[in-house]
């Protein structure tokens, strides 16, 4: 009680080592969906070569080979080399390799949506942190305290009352025959007891009642 403090100071904090571990969690699950994707430290997922990911250049290099043994089948079929039902098994085989190659395309999509999931998951789970601190809005004086350590919080409970003290700030009544004779923006003088002199003041706003 009565202590100054400054704009930014920390009145208090919460038990920071939830946050911290959620912090941690957040980190690892971004690291885990970078790494699905072949991403290094400090790539952006914006410059990523969809085709180059490890994933969709293994299909890719099986879909190239289906396609080679395809058409050597193709090649032999027209001579009657090999016959009908061994070209339909790598036909078929071709469909398959086609059709794994996009949904490794689809895929990688899939896992860069994930990424972002995680990107956004990180960032709240940091402001979570940021906000288990709570610090001096302006420069001030402490009038109460309403916690003590080790309590718990509520959400919306107030953890300090905190008075600032300049500019002051002076709030009154008129009679309503005087209010026609004030306005906004007005000096004033304030008398206040025990000083000795008037503090200067301006009207900076007037109710309507």
Known sequence: LGSVVRAGEMLASLEPAEFDMRVQQAEAQLEQARAALGLPPGQDESTLDRLHVPTVLQQRVLWDEAR???????????????????????????DVAAARYESA???????????????????MARQAKANAVVRAPFDGIVEQRYVAPGVYLQVGQPVVLLVKMDPLRFRAGVPEREASRLASGQSLQVMVEG???PLAAKITRMSPA
């Open 195 to 197: 000083e000795q002199q």
């Open 105 to 123: 395309r689809h895929s990688v999509d899939e896992a860069v949506a994930l990424l972002r999931v995680r990107q956004a998951e990180l960032a």
């Open 68 to 94: 080679a043994n395809w058409e050597r089948a193709e090649g032999l079929g027209r001579d009657l080399v090999i016959p009908a039902e061994e070209m339909q098994q790598r036909k078929a085989l071709l």
